[in-house]
């Protein structure tokens, strides 16, 4: 029995996204085009505080679904789907970054530091002119100090502080221990102090 029958044989129990993707399995246009809508915001809000580069965001965000997408046929429901999307979605992202790295040492042009940190955008809450721009300009600290995490604390950092996942949740998504969503969050929050502190100094 293939994972898209193994779904309707058990519907009454299986989260209605994995039956999205049993009718995607089938050829049922309509009904990854749901998928998407029902996901589309969270990854792509993921790839932007991921890579920190909203340029590349949308693309990466596509290459997320296209990867859904093809292997709607073989996923076996497991959970929600929505965990899953996140894991495809992260490993996504830290690849990316690592390509990134990479490239530091070839000679091609690459994003300015304001564009690698534009994706981080602060909330609005409308107060008085000179509380905003104190706000922001804390933010713009927070942001660029994100950007210089290592790429598996920044993952979790993101999940935890920003999609608001706990550390179970965390933990299935990254295919880590508990311990381990622990102790990155840690340093990852010491490591962001740090550089937030060394960004509203003016230190390079």
């Not at 209605?16 to 809000?45: I, K, N, S």
């Not at 933990?171 to 010491?190: K, P, W």
Request: proline content about 5%; overall charge positive.
């Amino acid at each position: 029995m293939g994972p898209a029958q193994a779904v309707k044989a058990d519907n009454a129990d299986v989260d209605p996204d994995w039956l999205l993707l049993a009718r995607t399995a089938e050829g049922d246009e309509l009904a990854f085009a749901r998928l998407v809508e029902h996901h589309q915001d969270r990854v792509l809000r993921l790839c932007e505080r991921m890579l920190a580069a909203s340029g590349e965001a949308e693309e990466a965000a596509q290459e997320v679904f296209l990867k859904l997408f093809r292997r709607a046929g073989s996923l076996v429901p497991r959970g929600l789907l929505s965990t899953l999307i996140y894991r495809v979605t992260v490993n996504h992202c830290l690849n990316q970054l690592r390509r990134k790295r990479i490239a530091r040492f070839l000679p091609f042009d690459r994003p300015s530091a304001e564009d690698e940190a534009a994706s981080f955008e602060p909330p609005d809450p409308r107060p008085g002119a000179d509380v905003q721009l104190a706000a922001r300009s804390r933010w713009r600290a927070t942001r660029k100090a994100i950007a210089t995490l290592p790429a598996n604390q920044r993952a979790v950092l993101v999940l935890a502080r920003f999609e608001e996942l706990s550390y179970r949740e965390i933990a299935d998504v990254l295919g880590i221990s508990l311990g381990a969503v622990e102790s990155r969050l840690f340093r990852a929050m010491r490591n962001l102090e740090k550089a937030q502190e060394m960004t509203l100094r003016g230190v390079p």
